[in-house]
């Protein structure tokens, strides 16, 4: 008898090297090595500086509150399970209601996540990036959405100094994902697994983000 095969397994990380985009003037990827394999050491070790925020990453209350939790007091329970892809791609500036109303029903997980890229510009910094507008995340609030999640860099506009959309969060208690890769996904339901590290002052935690499909 032919034994089911593992559920499908999508990656929806962005690489994290040397070359990876950050927001201006943060801090790049850079990794220096401690000790390699040889006369004086049995392994190789490494040491790395990095924003928090590179890559797939989560942003703590911390980021945008200076009252906030960190990263690693947050609790993980947003982090994991049942989440709708949504794509809205090519919307624009900002993603309003109409870009995603097409995907919203009664049964909406507590966890969405936004395509607005063809493909996801994992080697440079998009200043034209889309982002949520305040109002989209408050309806997604008012339906259940507990965590939001998107392929760009921000949910504000990349030269916004008020950030009203993480200031939604804030108010509302969402948890966000940020600069997902969504480029081969299809719209639908799946589970999501995007766990922060345990980083317990950081205002922000890369995340190995997977998408897994429902049964």
């Known amino acids: 008898m032919t034994q089911p095969g593992p559920p499908r397994l999508w990656d929806i990380s962005a690489p994290v090297h040397a070359a990876s985009p950050v927001y201006p003037g943060d801090a790049p990827y850079q990794q220096q090595w401690s000790a390699t394999i040889g006369a004086d050491s049995a392994v190789n070790v490494s040491r790395l500086t990095l924003s928090p925020h590179i890559g ?4 703590a209350p911390l ?4 009252a906030g939790a960190a990263i690693g007091t947050v609790a993980l329970d947003a982090f994991i399970g049942p989440c709708r892809v949504i794509h809205a791609i090519g919307c624009g500036p900002l993603v309003h209601w109409r870009h995603i109303a097409h995907a919203i029903s009664a049964d909406l997980p507590p966890r969405v996540l936004l395509r607005t890229y063809e493909h996801a510009p994992v080697d440079r910094w998009d200043e034209h990036l889309s982002a949520f507008a305040p109002a989209t995340l408050e309806r997604l609030a008012d339906a259940g959405v507990r965590l ?4 760009t860099a921000s949910i504000d506009p990349a030269d916004s100094q008020l950030l009203p959309s993480h200031q939604v969060l804030r108010r509302r208690g969402l948890r966000v994902l940020e ?14 697994i995007a766990l922060p590290l345990r980083l317990t002052t950081a205002d922000a935690s890369p995340v190995r983000a997977v998408l897994r499909a429902l049964p």
């Open 56 to 59: 797939t990453h989560a942003d």
């Open 179 to 192: 600069n997902l890769v969504l480029d081969t996904v299809p719209e639908g339901d799946y589970e999501l």
């Open 63 to 66: 980021h945008y509150d200076n």
């Open 148 to 151: 939001v999640g998107i392929d």
